[in-house]
């Protein structure tokens, strides 16, 4: 079964809450809450529904950005743009025990997160992708091959989870350029039936 992270999103038919629930319940054990331009109090009010529902499926939860945030609600980590505060900073905020990602788009960007403590790498985007505003340059498979192969000269050993865009015909090609996961969006979300489409994904790939 493959590692992945689902980023909540909100859509005409789901809210941000919803898009979690649904792919807690096709099986994911990775959510990433994030609620780009939404009021902090708000942000608090959906992490505090989706505590105890990942607990339940003993499935990691994180925040997008709110490290102040994540320490008062005691979730598992936090996620952390380009734009968002330096992993280091984090660290000492957070402490050890909280899971700290970065979102790198060169290997320069996994250089600085790697020397700054992080826990793991969100690489991409893959693809274009509407999700996100101001998309760093699309990297395909290639982009992943150099990087990760740049990674294993310099010795550096993190986790690498692919995103930006990605399909579900996508997936099996990118885990064999060795990425360790797969974060997800809009494909789990435009399916007919979300649940559904998070378990084919998990048990076919």
């Known amino acids: 079964m493959i590692s992945l992270q689902f ?20 099986g994911c054990k990775w959510i990433q809450l994030r609620m780009k331009d939404a009021p902090l109090d708000e942000v608090e009010a959906v992490a505090l529904q989706l ?11 994180i925040l997008d950005d709110h490290v102040e945030l ?6 598992d980590g936090v996620h952390l743009g380009k734009k968002d505060m330096p992993i280091d900073q984090a660290r000492q905020i957070l402490g ?15 250089l600085l997160h790697y ?5 793991y790498l969100g690489i991409g985007p893959f693809r274009f992708t509407t999700t996100k505003q101001n998309l760093s340059p699309v990297l395909g498979l290639e982009g992943y091959v150099s990087i990760l192969a740049q990674m294993q000269k310099a010795h550096i050993e993190l986790p ?3 995103i930006g865009g990605i399909t ?9 350029t060795g990425v360790n996961g797969i974060a997800l969006s809009g494909t789990i979300l435009r399916a007919n039936d979300p649940v559904e489409e998070t378990r084919r994904i ?3 790939n």
């Open 7 to 26: 980023i909540t999103h909100r859509t005409e038919r789901y809210s941000y809450f919803e898009s979690a629930r649904m792919a807690l319940e096709g």
């Open 51 to 61: 505590k105890p529902l990942c607990k339940e499926h003993e499935a990691i939860l």
């Open 70 to 75: 994540a320490k008062k609600l005691e979730v």
């Open 96 to 110: 050890e025990a909280f899971i700290i990602g970065g979102t790198a788009n060169t290997f320069e960007d996994v």
């Open 115 to 119: 020397r700054a403590g992080a826990d």
């Open 160 to 162: 690498v989870v692919a």
């Open 168 to 176: 579900y015909e996508d997936i099996p090609a990118i885990l064999r």
């Open 202 to 204: 998990l048990n076919n």
